[in-house]
């Protein structure tokens, strides 16, 4: 930008600024107006009487002689006096009514019957405007004489204007020219602030030029200066003392919208001249002001001084307006610029009608010229309008199409990188071959490139709508260059080059900024080095300035690859550019990393700038600026300690036994994703594939926190939402909500709050940030933080146990992890079958009760048996044969034996530590009785489906002692299908 540009842009500024502080005189003196408006109270009526009369008015000179009125030589500022007799006959009501000036008395036979001094004006400073002043007449009053006492500053030379009627008739005779002046110019007001309005606010959302509602603006200001300068005015409102000020405020300010106009559509041309010409007016508008509020000289007096700046201020626009005339600039305000020329041609035919021509009432031709313009600028507001809407219309309708695409295509593409991502997760976890897990790492690698790929375009669509915002907070800098380097190194050594490192360990440790965006700029340079460099090494190079409580940040990042081409270096920051492709085909990317890393660095105040050698390399230089939080030295890096191998063994960041959490999605994969990725969080995890089964879960049982999709078929995850907030019966309603989905576009977590939820996660989803916010949102009293307890427990090996054949159970199960859960489920399974085979038992002659024993006894045997626990399968299978083959008495000996071995099992298992976590349950009576009343409920209605979950709830709570009984025999019958069995225990328990 030169010198001259810069003048321009400054004195536009000043033209600009002087227009806004006008707008807001202009405003305060609106409010003014309407205050003291309301302070008064209009005189209109509907009926009245007028009469013409004819009185001999006489002028009084100082030595007391009486000349005829229009003989007199008048002085101003000289007292004046006039007498007359009133008439014989004075009707009730009447009034005699003259104009007038600062100051007069009337008397009549001598007394004082009015005054009027100026007392009632609420502004300092002299009435610059004559009234009409009305004085009331009694019958007394017949053939009284009448004297009119002025001291008037203006000269006036006679009494103009003699009015005789009651008020309102006086008021009809007066105002019949003047009156529909006032009522054309309102309703133009009316309509130029609405139409200024409409082009405002369609500027703002279509297009529509504001230009032109700063002319509407200027056409209210004169049809206003028509109403203040009208007399009818006054005598409606009894405003007198405030019209007269209000006209000459209002014609001084007048021309600053019609300049703001002129101004625009010259493209700012001559702003100088504009600006100078405004500061002239300003000047003008504060001196006169003074002058008249400080009674030092009315506005009156400093009229000719005021009309000649407008003189001058009209003079400059018609020659600018000339000169762009003469030189032929383009201009598309043609329609608008008709309407002013008719309005300048009905100012000047108003001024012959008011001199000479008297053909119609005061203001008819300037309402006219007025209207013509609005006319034109709704004509032409109207066209621009529509054709902007249209252009408005087609942006919207690509951006929508545009961020339609994206949210999809993040949808579709990241819901099988969410499976395939985190089942390579959970395979990495397992007990595998050094060979698997090659591949495994493998997987994981082509992944992350393929979301990384996703990541950049979604990114760059964020900036291009400028929804990309950065999210501050403190972070320590020697963390964000660590995972930056060990993230980068991977691929740096696989390509057998040599990574450099200098930082400055000086600089400060903890800094303020957006530490997300800040890796994102270092790993795309500092990946693009590694792309392109086929030999030789990658400087990375970290130094800085700090200027007060700012670390100017600078990162330089050197590479030997193949360097850039001169002809394509203003394209290197290009979006979707691959440069040199011949040479490059074999390399990852869309092109949009560097086009990134700019934006971001633009976005924290910063520079990026590059040298490069074709042939030899390449060398970007960045600076950011980021806030200082603690000043202390940065020190050395210790790379190593930060590094985790992939063979390391997985560590869940907390477990939480106590903890129900539901996952909601409609593809069983992510379910199974999700599901496994937080088994070693030991958290009770359900899931369900639809909103509708949702609905139905969370009036059944309590969860901490449900995660739930958002595209989902018939119901999506925002309407379950809404009607998950206004289901009746709702035991989750105080659970936080948590959108898990692949859409990813920016705004969708704004989005999805907005909508109710309380965050959100996005796939595919990481195991570390699936743990790490439902850390966030679970009830502290659930959440196990003890590290050494959470390695206990997630590398708990089943010790060995007496009667439990542990080697025969991992063989067939082929996992630790699935051994310990199916001894924990034949933990609690042993009590339920003991107390069950015993009710039995004590029927055990009813061929219907042998056959039920016989399933008991046949879902034992395959039970214990995966558990490792072969002694007391073939027990059970022995007693299954016999209840099939109805051996009473083989029964009867071996049933106690089994009792006995089942107590046993039970024992060993509890006193071993497997089942510490798996058995903890809570203790909550009211809760308990909640749900057996919800059971009671699905029994009487026959809703058996909805049992289920209750029954699952229940094994979750410890049963009240004095109950306990009563519910493990209504347990045991739900588990038999003994509805009616279960019903009527549960009405003998609530004794209905």
Request: proline share 2%; hydrophobic share 45%.
């Amino acid at each position: 930008m030169n010198r001259a540009e810069n003048k321009d842009n400054i004195y536009n500024r000043i033209f600009n600024g002087i227009a806004f502080a006008i707008g807001i005189v202009v405003v305060l003196l609106i409010i003014l107006f309407v205050v003291i408006m309301i302070r008064t109270h209009g005189n209109a009526k509907l009926d009245g009487w007028h009469q013409d009369i004819h009185l001999n008015w006489m002028h009084i000179e100082e030595d007391g002689t009486k000349i005829p009125i229009e003989e007199a030589q008048i002085d101003e500022h000289n007292k004046q006096v006039y007498e007359t007799i009133l008439p014989q006959y004075i009707k009730p009501g009447a009034a005699i009514a003259f104009h007038t000036g600062l100051l007069t008395d009337v008397y009549i036979n001598g007394k004082l019957r009015m005054r009027y001094d100026g007392s009632e004006n609420p502004f300092q400073g002299s009435a610059v405007k004559n009234m009409l002043f009305v004085v009331p007449l009694f019958s007394s009053d017949c053939n009284a004489t009448m004297r009119v006492v002025r001291y008037d500053k203006y000269g006036n030379d006679a009494l103009p204007g003699i009015y005789y009627g009651d008020t309102i008739g006086i008021y009809n005779e007066f105002s019949s020219d003047n009156r529909y002046g006032i009522y054309f110019a309102i309703a133009i007001a009316i309509v130029a602030l609405i139409i200024a309005f409409a082009c405002f606010f369609l500027g703002k959302r279509l297009g529509g030029n504001k230009t032109l509602a700063v002319l509407c603006f200027g056409v209210f200001g004169i049809a206003v200066w028509m109403v203040f300068n009208n007399d009818t005015f006054q005598y409606l409102f009894n405003t007198q003392y405030i019209d007269g000020i209000y006209a000459y405020l209002t014609i001084m300010l007048i021309c600053f919208p019609f300049m703001y106009y002129v101004n625009m559509v010259q493209e700012k041309r001559y702003s100088k001249w504009y600006c100078a010409a405004a500061i002239l007016q300003v000047i003008t508008f504060g001196v006169v002001s003074f002058l008249q509020f400080s009674d030092i000289m009315d506005f009156s007096v400093t009229l000719l001084p005021m009309n000649i700046v407008q003189m001058l201020i009209i003079l400059l626009m018609l020659v600018t307006i000339i000169i762009d005339t003469v030189k032929r600039h383009k201009n598309s305000f043609r329609l608008v610029n008709c309407g002013l020329a008719g309005l300048a041609f009905s100012g000047v035919l108003e001024v012959l009608n008011i001199n000479f021509w008297h053909v119609a009432f005061e203001g008819f031709f300037l309402d006219v010229g007025l209207l013509t313009l609005l006319v034109m600028i709704y004509i032409f507001g109207r066209s621009y309008v529509e054709k902007s809407a249209i252009v408005a219309e087609s942006a919207t309708k690509a951006s929508k199409m545009k961020s339609s695409f994206l949210a999809n295509m993040s949808h579709e593409i990241r819901t099988p990188i969410n499976a395939i991502m985190g089942m390579n997760d959970m395979i990495l976890r397992e007990e595998i071959s050094e060979e698997v897990r090659g591949y495994s790492n493998s997987i994981k690698s082509a992944s992350n490139n393929l979301l990384y790929l996703i990541n950049d375009i979604l990114d760059f669509s964020k900036i291009e709508a400028g929804k990309l915002e950065l999210t501050k907070e403190e972070y320590k800098l020697g963390d964000v260059v660590r995972d930056v380097v060990n993230a980068i190194r991977v691929k740096i050594d696989d390509k057998g080059l040599k990574l450099n490192i200098e930082i400055d360990e000086e600089l400060p440790s903890v800094l303020y900024g957006d530490s997300t965006r800040v890796y994102q700029i270092m790993s795309n340079i500092l990946g693009n080095a590694a792309k392109y460099t086929q030999k030789g090494d990658i400087l990375f190079k970290l130094n800085g300035e700090v200027i007060e409580d700012v670390l100017e940040l600078e990162i330089t990042i050197k590479d030997t690859g193949i360097g850039i081409r001169e002809e394509d270096k203003p394209r290197l920051f290009d979006k979707f550019e691959r440069l040199d492709v011949l040479k490059n085909r074999g390399v990852e990317g869309a092109g949009l990393g560097l086009a990134i890393a700019k934006e971001l660095i633009s976005m924290m105040d910063g520079e990026i700038s590059f040298d490069s050698t074709y042939g030899q390399g390449t060398t970007f230089y960045i600076m950011i600026r980021q806030v200082i939080v603690d000043r202390s030295e940065l020190g050395k890096i210790n790379f190593s300690s930060a590094k985790r191998e992939a063979e390391n063994k997985y560590i869940a960041k907390f477990v939480a036994p106590k903890a129900n959490i539901l996952i909601v999605d409609d593809n069983e994969l992510n379910l199974m994703v999700a599901k496994g990725l937080l088994k070693k969080t030991y958290m009770n995890v359900d899931i369900c594939k639809s909103g509708f089964e949702m609905l139905e879960r969370v009036v059944r049982k309590q969860y901490h926190i449900i995660l739930l999709d958002h595209m989902m078929p018939e119901m999506d995850g925002i309407e379950t939402l809404r009607r998950f907030k206004n289901l009746e019966g709702n035991m989750c309603k105080d659970a936080p909500v948590i959108a898990m989905t692949a859409n990813a576009i920016k705004g969708a977590k704004e989005n999805y709050i907005s909508e109710g939820f309380n965050d959100y996660i996005s796939k595919p989803v990481k195991s570390e940030d699936l743990e790490q916010i439902i850390y966030n949102y679970l009830p502290e009293k659930l959440i196990c933080n003890n590290i050494e307890e959470i390695i206990a427990r997630q590398s708990l090996v089943v010790p060995p146990m007496e009667e439990f054949d542990l080697e025969y159970a991992r063989k067939l199960l082929g996992n630790e992890e699935i051994l310990i859960d199916v001894i924990c489920e034949l933990f609690k399974y042993l009590p339920k079958v003991k107390d069950k085979l015993n009710i039995l038992f004590d029927g055990i002659e009813n061929e219907e009760i042998l056959q039920t024993y016989c399933v008991e006894v046949h879902a034992l045997k395959s039970s214990t048996a995966s558990a490792g626990a072969l002694l007391l399968s073939k027990m059970a299978r022995i007693l299954e044969r016999s209840a099939t083959n109805k051996e009473i008495d083989r029964i009867r000996i071996m049933h106690p034996i089994l009792i006995e071995e089942i107590e046993k099992h039970y024992k060993v298992i509890a006193e071993s530590g497997v089942v510490v976590i798996s058995n903890d349950k809570t203790e909550d009576d009211n809760r308990v009785e909640i749900v057996l009343k919800n059971i009671m409920e699905c029994l009487e209605q026959k809703k058996y489906n909805s049992l289920d979950l209750l029954v699952d709830e229940m094994n979750e709570y410890i049963y009240p002692t004095d109950l306990e009984k009563q519910i493990v025999e209504i347990m045991n019958y739900l588990d038999d299908f003994e509805y009616e069995s279960a019903y009527r225990c549960l009405c003998e328990m609530f004794d209905r």
